[in-house]
């Protein structure tokens, strides 16, 4: 099994995937180790001093005020664990839970938060043991950070609440910290508040999204090559040439892809007999580069953010490493939260151009001589009709998802804390958008190799021949009298969520960007 060393100067992106996705142990380096105990032994000096220090010796947000003594210091750590872990609603994910929990170490691993060492080996042996504490949807307002899913997580390294086994069995948690010899923990000064006050569950979310993405980019760009070519369309608005003079670079990524797609093509550029020449395509189709590029470059700048947020350390107070224990704004979500936004309105525009590719290929009057709805005999059978309505449903939402969170703000905390950042919700939002995405996608492929095959005597290029051999070979069936259409959906979809259309083009194109 793969594992994931843990220093003091962050994480990456695909250590983040491993350990969420694909159960990557985790280890302590020995300089994390080390930052952990120089750390902890400034947060002691302090609890010593009769001076009250902010998570150290007080009370909390807006009950920061009051000076708490030595012997009620362990039941303040443990009650601030158990009263924020106060979420609501449905489990999230498994993935997102890990990554939460990972994210959380990473900074506890930084040496900046004041946490003991074997906090943080208990951190890392859940996460080993692949137990997974119950978080719910609703309990984060992004600022101070995640507070309640990470004080769920929190109380399962206390023994308390419900976590899930590896087995997916849901138990008690300390009964499951048992059955894997790991001794739940102890809190002391300041490591209750060190485990909560991080942006960990909106950033793994982001990371994960960026993954998701990059496949559903490059799926999205194919595509509209089918579909280009079941439309008989032009390639030549693909040419670099075009795209160096808006030096926009995933504008050029996005056409570069497409003409990869569709080079040897029969289809491409034709004209029918009796039908009017074709000075342009569509802007569904002409601009399928424009559209899809500008969703790739708030990719790349979502990614920088991410790579900055996985080298930080957010927590408050903070140890410093001139020894000074400071108060900050730090754990506050809006970089995260604001790039989540971001790219739920790029998908959300890049499934709208999807769908109206779909419509152009099943109306007769736009299709350029393909059947009404791609029906085998139109009139009695409706042919994708209704799956261009399913196609149209799932936009509509992504639209309403395309409303950005982190534009809201609601205080709490008696308004100490009177500005949020809402990156949770956004993050939860851009999870529903992306599924929705890889779905629209999945008509436009299934709508579009129909396409490409009612061409009779038109030969599509080698790339396009391999997704629809692969999209066969997987069980989504061709062109032919109606059937139950949902089970092919469904297929489309798998076939599309697992990356196998990139597989299957990028034997021919090589690599896509």
């Not at 952990?36 to 220090?53: F, H, T």
């Not at 997916?168 to 006050?197: D, R, S, T, W, Y």
């Not at 590719?357 to 709805?373: A, E, I, M």
Request: glycine share 10%; hydrophobic share 45%.
């Amino acid at each position: 099994m793969q594992t994931v060393v843990l220093g003091t100067s962050g994480t990456t992106p695909q250590d983040v995937i491993d350990v969420a996705r694909h159960g990557a142990r985790v280890e302590l380096s020995t300089e994390a180790v080390r930052a952990l105990a120089a750390a902890r032994g400034v947060i002691d000096a302090l609890a010593a001093k009769p001076e009250p220090v902010y998570g150290v010796s007080t009370g909390f947000g807006a009950l920061a005020t009051r000076h708490i003594s030595h012997e009620l210091r362990a039941q303040l750590q443990r009650n601030i664990v158990r009263s924020h872990a106060a979420g609501m609603g449905p489990r999230v994910e498994r993935e997102v839970v890990r990554a939460l929990m990972f994210l959380r170490l990473k900074t506890v691993a930084s040496g900046h938060t004041g946490v003991r060492p074997e906090v943080a080996q208990t951190m890392a042996d859940v996460l080993n043991a692949g137990i997974t504490p119950v978080v719910h949807e609703y309990g984060s307002l992004g600022c101070s950070g995640d507070l309640a899913p990470l004080s769920h997580c929190a109380l399962a390294l206390m023994g308390e609440g419900d976590a899930e086994g590896p087995d997916g069995e849901l138990k008690p948690a300390g009964e499951l910290l048992a059955a894997h010899g790991i001794a739940p923990v102890e809190l002391k000064e300041k490591e209750g508040l060190a485990l909560l006050n991080g942006t960990d569950g909106m950033l793994g979310m982001l990371i994960m999204a960026l993954a998701d993405l990059d496949t559903l980019y490059k799926s999205a760009d194919i595509t509209a090559a089918l579909s280009l070519e079941a439309l008989l369309g032009t390639e030549k608005v693909l040419e670099p040439e075009l795209h160096a003079i808006r030096p926009h670079p995933g504008q050029a990524a996005a056409a570069a892809n497409m003409l990869a797609v569709l080079k040897g093509s029969g289809l491409t550029g034709h004209a029918l007999a009796g039908e009017a020449p074709r000075v342009q395509d569509a802007y569904s189709v002409r601009c399928a580069p424009q559209v899809a590029g500008a969703g790739r470059d708030t990719m790349a700048h979502a990614r920088l953010v991410a790579e900055r947020e996985l080298a930080a350390a957010v927590d408050n107070p903070v140890v410093l490493s001139d020894g000074r224990v400071a108060s900050n704004g730090n754990f506050h979500g809006a970089p995260v939260a604001y790039v989540l936004d971001f790219l739920a309105i790029a998908a959300a525009d890049l499934g709208s151009i999807a769908e109206r590719r779909t419509d152009r290929l099943l109306d007769k009057n736009r299709s350029h001589g393909l059947p009404p709805f791609l029906a085998e005999d139109a009139g009695v059978d409706s042919g994708l009709m209704i799956a261009q309505y399913t196609q149209a449903a799932l936009v509509s939402e992504m639209k309403r998802l395309a409303v950005p969170a982190s534009a809201d703000s609601i205080p709490s905390s008696a308004m100490q804390e009177d500005h949020v950042s809402m990156g949770w919700s956004a993050a939860r939002k851009l999870r529903t958008a992306i599924g929705n995405l890889n779905r629209i996608i999945a008509v436009e492929l299934y709508a579009a190799t129909r396409g490409i095959e009612l061409r009779e005597g038109l030969t599509p290029a080698p790339a396009s021949q391999a997704a629809i051999d692969a999209l066969r070979a997987a069980g989504v069936a061709g062109p032919g009298p109606d059937r139950f259409l949902a089970p092919d959906l469904a297929a489309a979809d798998a076939f599309v969520g697992a990356g196998k259309l990139v597989a299957a083009v990028e034997p021919v194109t090589g690599p896509l960007a």
